[in-house]
């Protein structure tokens, strides 16, 4: 069984077979360790370095001479030209030559014998010229026996301690009703993919000690498959495009390429993400209809929206409203920003109660591309600062945007007002930094005017009922991620580009300081950026880097590099564990690719042809019939092997050699382990 096809799921099969059969076979099929980047699920190993292959014609020319030589040895054998008859001696002491000559018996057992003898000759020389090798690679009934065997055939049924549908681990601690419970709902048909893998993660939570162990218990006896529900109630997508494993957390993009330029452990295996190379951060390049959107960002959010739905995993995705990232019911909060359907909002200074923290995420999200921004007199951050703090102390609330861009515009009568109820309040060091405000309105190298540029984008009627902060509308927070929550936003790109592109850099600076104060680092959370046109800043990359020790990592899709600035561009590729370069990639994104995959070392044979000179006459004569003949001088092949360092992957084969639908992959999982560059099929 391959795996779970579209719209297929453990359990929900629409077949004859028994209930629950489809979900035992799945559960049942070998997963074993392999190297990152392998889809595990039925996955048979290969050898790391590729076994010697004999060449082929070199192959068929030693069986025919070791067949000549055979039949040679026979022949002067049997007609007494090696030492006579001695070979014959066995036979003889059994059947005389008079009984051969006189009874039918005595010529079979000569002929028996021969035939044992010829047997003899034909293993010894067969094995001299490799006949069984010759037979595995081109005799037709050998392929089909091999394409037979490597066929998908239901694995043999496991014993009652090793079969994972009886639950072994709970009855090894002695929670025999409970693994009743569940190899029944298993049995029947009740329990599918996305439940095993959630009560898997409730148990290894009473493991850890966070779940009381009584609790487990009651709620399975209880509620069977459907204990410990996501806080949606959902179990499972209303349809799936790609497949994917649960038991390992891996979905499947493609199939590596039998190439030589692939590590041979690879080639010819299933090529799958999972948490553990998400969470070092991915970045992707190529250009429009590469299929980043639908071979990669889509089953990748697929895969997170399983996994949210397992308690394993919180999601954020994020893309223009067009883009086809997965159904809306995929999703628990669909955020359509610019839309005036939107049932949900962003909180525009992410959840926070801290001036200080608030104004970073606004700063880095405003001006945080800009280079003139951090080369002014005084930081964005501290001038946001100036502002937010004093009004938080006067409202217990944030500015919205009009009033935000109305004190950075340096208002007299909101400013003054703002100084009066601090005033008024006693806050006097806040009161310093409303009249530090004001001294500064104006001055050279002041990054208000900046602010208030950026701030008129979202200062827009389209955005009017968004990023409310009188705490009448239901803004997301990115504090949820502490949750097993599936977050979709829809940028406005086409309508509103600036602002969509302020907005995705203010959901990934909220994002990268959200999850590294989580409680819970066990759940795996992850943002995935459709289009990262322009959010890769200075701070950014920083924060990227920091993501791994937090259980958490980015998507960046990139049409190109240049969207990037040039001093960012190293940096960021280092910054990820896995690159990935779709075809039609830019030679100049083929050279960042090519430097940061390195080099390696590669055996180069060079073969040199030179002429042959003849000294003699008869030689002469020969070389100049062949020349007459074939039209070329005799020459002599002279070849040298040598060790060189070449590029992994040149940036003019990334550019012009990768076929469409292909992409190049490195990958790097959280224990360090690597993969180098592979090419790999995402059609299949």
Partial sequence: MPGWGPGASPGGSVSARPPGADFLDWLRTPRPPALPGIWRFGHRPRPEAEPEQTPGRQLVSGAVIALLVGWLFWSLLYNGFLWGDWW?????????????????????????????????????????????????????????????????????????????????????????????????????????????????????????????????????????????????????????????????????????????????????????????????????????????????VRPVAEALCLQALAGRAAVVVVGAESAGLGRADNYDIVIRLGHPDSVYDLDLYGGTHDAEEAATFLAEALVGDLPQASSSGRRPSTVLAQVLGPFRAVHGRFPSVAELRLLLDGSPKHLAALRAALAAAGHSALLRDVESRERQAGQPGDAAPLLVDRLALLDRPAFADFFDTSGEGTPFSFRALDHPVRVRIELPSRSHPDAARVLARL??????????????????????????????????????QSL????????????????????????????????????????RDGQDFAAAWGTEWREIRDVTDRQIVADEPLTKVSHFLRKAITGKAPTAQSVTVRQVERERWSASELAHALPPGHAVVSLTTVRGEHAPPLLVDLRH
């Avoid at 998908?152 to 014993?159: C, D, F, G, L």
């Avoid at 104060?517 to 795996?524: A, I, K, T």
């Avoid at 969207?563 to 896995?578: F, H, I, S, T, Y």
């Fill in 548 to 587: 791994r020790s937090a259980h958490a990592g980015v998507l960046l899709a990139l049409r190109t590099l240049d969207d990037v600035p040039q001093e960012l561009r190293a940096p960021l590729l280092g910054a990820v564990g896995c690159r990935m370069a779709l075809s039609g990639v830019a030679p």
């Fill in 88 to 296: 014959l001696l066995p036979v003889r002491a059994l059947a005389p030559t008079s009984l051969k000559e006189s009874t039918t018996w005595g010529t079979a057992t000569f002929y028996l014998y021969y035939a044992i003898v010829i047997v003899l000759v034909a293993v010894v020389v067969g094995r001299l010229g490799r006949w069984p090798e010759l037979w595995r690679r081109y005799s037709p009934w050998s392929r089909t026996r091999r394409e037979t065997t490597s066929s998908a055939s239901p694995p043999p049924a496991p014993t009652p301690q090793e079969d994972p549908a009886q639950w072994p681990e709970l009855r090894a601690a002695g929670e025999h009703a409970v693994a009743d419970r569940l190899a029944d709902e298993a049995f029947a048909g009740r329990l599918r993919d996305v439940d095993h893998a959630r009560l898997v993660r409730a148990w290894r939570s009473v493991q850890s000690g966070q779940l009381p162990v009584e609790t487990f218990r009651r709620d399975v006896l209880r509620d069977g498959a459907a204990a410990f529900p996501h806080p949606s109630g959902r179990r499972d997508l209303p349809a799936r495009s790609v497949p994917h494993d649960l038991a390992t957390g891996q979905v499947r993009l493609g199939a590596t390429l039998d190439d030589a330029r692939n590590a041979y452990a690879y080639r010819t295996a299933g090529f799958a993400l999972g948490s553990e190379l998400l969470a070092t951060s991915l970045v992707a390049v190529g250009p429009a209809g590469s299929g980043k959107t639908g071979a990669l």
């Fill in 507 to 544: 959901v990934l600076a909220q994002f990268t300081a959200s999850v590294l104060v989580r409680g819970d680092v066990s759940l795996f959370a992850c943002l995935a950026l459709d289009d990262a046109a322009g959010v890769v800043t200075a701070e950014s990359v920083r924060g990227i």
